[in-house]
C-alpha cells in the first residue's frame, strides 16, 4: 500500500496526505479526517526509513543543467538557474545541479535523488510539448515545477511560462510602426513549443495587419547558430524582393542576421531592421534589439512554488484548496539601434 493509494482512496493529493502525516495543522480539519480514514481502511503504515532520509535534506532542489552548444549567444538558463538560486537562498535552499543525457535519464536521476533525500524537490528545464517528464515524474510522486509546459495535461502539475506568441507579436508591432511592410522571420523546425510559439505569434501579427502576402519565413536545418542566422537571412536578402526587416526566434540567429546584412553591404536598423528574442548580453553589446524573458520573475515564482509543495513556505497552506502554478509571463520588447524605423528598401 503507497501513499498514491491513500491520496486515491481520499480523494486528495500525493502532497495533501503527506501533510496529515506530518504537518497536520496546515490541513484543514475535514480534510485531515478524510484521510486519516483512507489511512485506517487501507492499513497504510509509511515508510520511516525513507521519512527519516528526507527529514535531513539539505534543502536542495535539483535541476539538470544543458550543454551550451557551439556557435550561440544564449544565456537563458544561467539566468535562470541564477535566479533560482537567489531565491532559494532567501528561505535556505539551495540549486543541486545534474547533467543527464535524455529525457529518461533525467527522469530516473531526479527520482533517485528525491528517495534518497538529497533534495526536497526538483524542477524541468526546457519542456517540450509531448514532454514525458511531468508525467512520469507525477507518477514517481516527485514533488517538480516547471519552465515552460506541455501541449496538454497542463493542469495536471505546476509551471511557469513565457507568452512566447506575445513577444514575436510585439516585434512586428515594432517593426510596422517604424514603416516595414515586408518583414521575415528566422525560426525553428517545427515540433518544438517555443520555436512553434514564437513563430505563431510573428504569423498572426503579419495576419492582423494584412501583410501575410509579404512575409517570408525560412527555419534553420540544423543547430540554432549565428551561422545558421547568417546563411538564412542571406538567402532572404537574395529574394526579387527581400524583407526590409526580419523577426529572429533567437538572439543567436538575430546576430548572425545582422553580419549577414552588413556583408550585403547594407546597414542594419537603417536599410535592414532585425529583432531578436532572449535579450541576451550579446543583444545589448551589438545593438540588437530583442524581446526580453522575465526569467527572474519565473525563478521566483518556480521557488515559492517548491517550497509550497514540499510545506515549507508558512504563507502558503499546502492541501488541496491551494492552485498550483499556473502563470504565463509577458516578455518585453527592448528596442535598440538594429530596428530603427525604416528609410530604404534594400535591393529598390
Known amino acids: 500500500m503507497t501513499i498514491s493509494d491513500v491520496a486515491e482512496a481520499a480523494g486528495v493529493s500525493r502532497q495533501t496526505v503527506s501533510n496529515v502525516l506530518n504537518a497536520p495543522d496546515r490541513v484543514r480539519a475535514e480534510t485531515r479526517e478524510r484521510v486519516n480514514r483512507a489511512v485506517s481502511d487501507l492499513g497504510y503504515h509509511p515508510n520511516r526509513a525513507a521519512r527519516s532520509l ?16 557551439a556557435e550561440t549567444v544564449a544565456s537563458i538558463q544561467d539566468r535562470f538557474l541564477h535566479a533560482l538560486a537567489e531565491a532559494g537562498q532567501a528561505c535556505d535552499h539551495h540549486v543541486l545541479l545534474f547533467t543527464a543525457t535524455d529525457a529518461d535519464e533525467e527522469t530516473e536521476r531526479c527520482t533517485a535523488l528525491w528517495r534518497a533525500g538529497a533534495v526536497s524537490a526538483v524542477v524541468l528545464y526546457d519542456v517540450t510539448p509531448h ?23 497542463v493542469d495536471g502539475y505546476s509551471w511557469a511560462d513565457v507568452d512566447n506568441t506575445a513577444g514575436t507579436a ?17 525560426g525553428w523546425p517545427e515540433g518544438s513549443s517555443v520555436g512553434d510559439a514564437r513563430a505563431h505569434g510573428w ?27 547568417t546563411r538564412l537571412m542571406a538567402e532572404l536578402l537574395d529574394r526579387p524582393e527581400p524583407p ?6 533567437t538572439d543567436t540567429l538575430g546576430v548572425g542576421a ?21 535579450d541576451t548580453p550579446a ?29 515549507r513556505n508558512p504563507d502558503k497552506k499546502a ?22 524605423p525604416l528609410r530604404s528598401a534594400p535591393g529598390a
Open 54 to 69: 528526507r527529514a535531513s535534506s539539505p534543502r536542495m532542489v535539483g535541476c539538470r543543467i544543458l550543454p551550451v552548444h
Open 131 to 153: 514532454d514525458p517528464r511531468p508525467r512520469q515524474l507525477v507518477a514517481a510522486g516527485v514533488p517538480f515545477a516547471a519552465f515552460g509546459r506541455t501541449a496538454t495535461c
Open 170 to 186: 510585439s516585434a512586428v508591432d515594432h517593426l510596422i510602426a517604424g514603416g516595414h511592410r515586408r518583414i521575415g522571420f528566422l
Open 203 to 229: 504569423l498572426a501579427a503579419m495576419d492582423r495587419h494584412g501583410l501575410l502576402a509579404q512575409s517570408h519565413r525560412l527555419d534553420v536545418r540544423g543547430d540554432d547558430t549565428m551561422s545558421s542566422g
Open 244 to 249: 526590409t526587416a526580419v523577426v529572429a526566434a
Open 258 to 278: 545582422l553580419h549577414a546584412v552588413r556583408h550585403h553591404g547594407l546597414r542594419p536598423g537603417e536599410d535592414v531592421a532585425v529583432v531578436g528574442f532572449d
Open 283 to 311: 543583444a545589448a553589446a551589438v545593438g540588437l534589439s530583442s524581446i526580453r524573458q522575465p526569467i527572474e520573475e519565473a525563478g521566483r515564482l518556480i521557488m515559492t512554488e517548491l517550497l509550497r509543495l514540499v510545506g
Open 319 to 340: 492541501d488541496e484548496a491551494a492552485e498550483s502554478l499556473h502563470r504565463l509571463l509577458v516578455p518585453e520588447l527592448v528596442v535598440r539601434a538594429s530596428s530603427a
